[in-house]
């Protein structure tokens, strides 16, 4: 086991075992997963008593799409008319996906029209989870091993500003106005709310133990966040920043990862310990359901069109579907070594799945179940994002009309530390120890060519590249000027 699981399951001695691996296992667990669902009719009408074996009565989605964990719901370019939050005009933006790194902490942003990376950016130590603001100009991403969350500058892929939050954070959630991310803070057992205009943590809520998994309603009134060791669920107020029943949810073992419904009605729990799903009617806040899965659940997301759920295992490298509709399981799909995080596509096309094991992003197309496409990314991705990310010439106010960024504002990275020759941070800008040194020494210190080189005031050898310049001075050849050297004791290309 190795990441951040290793991290977060040392204090707590959980103890798993991942199963073997064997041709098949794809075809074994559709049967298994099929076995312990009970073929129900689905009607629209009150949840039914909490059950075990099958779901109760699920009202399928209806109204408006709303954002979901997992995948920041941004426009699709190709379809006209389609809103844009912020000030971007719709076909202004590019979606990308952004893939949290835990082993070399960076984040990988995917271009998915190509399915290719197109800019890897250096962040904090293990990051572990990542979100794009619903304007997709800013993205932040959790800092597991740091106690930071980084924020990135989508547009040209700058860290503006590191912001401290509680030990090892390792989920964030963004409310739907894009005006306070929420952090799951795993080491002290609380969520830092953070206010995204000055970028400042102001509010910290005690949750739980050791929260794991989070989710935002699609109102932006409550979030959700899972207790690891606790086995709960607790519900926070955003208006109050408080939580909100006395006494948590209860689920299943370990629950991990959270996904709402489109309509918010439902919340998935994945109980990892447990093999299990549990379903909360969101209306009381109580287990409606128990979903036996059979395969360790990870992570979950709802499709924006709310017609399928979606969760991986870790331990038996496949992500499962399951029709939302008649609750039941339709699919498996082999993937990367110990799938983690998941994110999907406004229009529900292609889910993107963050393999820890491989070190890989596997794209399943959703018409066909199938993996289309495997991207190579960095050590041990495991949080996964997705946003519109709109194009320079589409973000106003932000450039000058010379094309030049423009001072920082208060509240966006004021604390930056420019250097010469960039307008990049002193964070994550993947600059070598030469290049940070800054000041003079010797008279000069100028870069040439990759190598430092120095440059004295006064005329001496200058070498560069293992070659000598004589210079006709006593300081350098020690003799005065116009004494004859002989012959034989000159060396091309070498100054005595």
Request: hydrophobic fraction near 35%.
């Amino acid at each position: 086991m190795g990441g951040i699981d290793a991290a977060a399951s040392a204090p707590h001695r959980w103890v798993r075992r991942r199963a073997a691996r064997r041709p098949g296992n794809g075809r074994r667990v559709l049967a298994m997963l099929a076995a312990t669902v009970t073929a129900t009719t689905v009607t629209v009408s009150a949840p039914a008593a909490p059950a075990s074996a099958a779901f109760g009565p699920v009202p399928t989605a209806s109204g408006p799409v709303s954002p979901v964990p997992g995948a920041v719901v941004a426009p699709d370019p190709a379809a006209p008319g389609s809103p844009v939050p912020g000030p971007v005009a719709a076909g202004n933006c590019r979606i990308r996906a952004f893939v949290t790194n835990f082993g070399s902490n960076t984040v990988s942003v995917i271009d998915t029209a190509t399915s290719r990376v197109i800019r890897t950016i250096p962040v904090g130590l293990g990051p572990s989870a990542v979100k794009v603001t619903p304007d997709g100009t800013r993205a932040y991403v959790a800092n597991f091993g740091a106690g930071t969350m980084s924020v990135i500058d989508t547009v040209d892929g700058t860290v503006i500003k590191p912001i401290t939050v509680g030990a090892t954070p390792i989920a964030v959630e963004i409310t739907p106005d894009g005006s306070r991310a929420y952090v799951a803070n795993f080491g002290t057992g609380t969520v830092s709310v953070i206010d995204v205009i000055s970028g400042k943590v102001v509010a910290t809520v005690p949750t739980g133990l050791a929260p794991i998994g989070m989710a935002i309603t699609p109102d932006g009134r409550r979030v959700y966040t899972s207790d690891a060791v606790a086995n709960t669920v607790f519900v926070i107020d955003t208006a109050t920043n408080r939580v909100t029943k006395a006494v948590p949810i209860p689920v299943g073992q370990e629950p991990f990862g959270l996904a709402l419904t489109p309509d918010g009605r439902f919340l998935y729990v994945t109980n990892l310990r447990s093999s299990t799903m549990s379903v909360i009617d969101t209306r009381t806040d109580t287990v409606a359901a128990t979903l036996d899965t059979g395969k360790s659940p990870r992570q979950a997301i709802s499709s924006p069109d709310g017609n399928f759920i979606y969760f991986s295992s870790a331990y038996f490298n496949i992500v499962s579907v399951i029709d939302n509709k008649t609750l039941t399981p339709i699919n498996v799909v082999q993937v990367g070594n110990e799938p983690r995080g998941l994110a999907i596509l406004p229009n529900s096309t292609r889910i993107y799945v963050a393999n820890q094991g491989s070190d890989t992003v596997s794209v399943i197309d959703s018409v066909n179940n199938d993996v289309v496409a495997t991207i190579d990314v960095g050590d041990n991705p495991i949080g996964l994002g997705i946003g519109c990310v709109p194009l320079p010439s589409a973000v106003r106010g932000e450039q000058s009309p010379g094309g030049r960024p423009r001072p920082a504002s208060p509240g966006r990275g004021t604390d930056r530390r420019p250097r010469p020759g960039a307008g990049k941070t002193a964070e994550g800008d993947g600059r070598s120890p030469a290049e940070q040194t800054g000041g003079q020494s010797g008279g000069q210190r100028e870069h040439a060519g990759g190598e430092i080189r120095s440059v004295q005031r006064q005329r001496q050898v200058v070498r560069l590249d293992r070659t000598a310049v004589r210079r006709p001075h006593r300081a350098v050849t020690g003799r005065p000027r116009g004494r004859a050297v002989p012959r034989a004791s000159r060396r091309p290309g070498r100054a005595r």
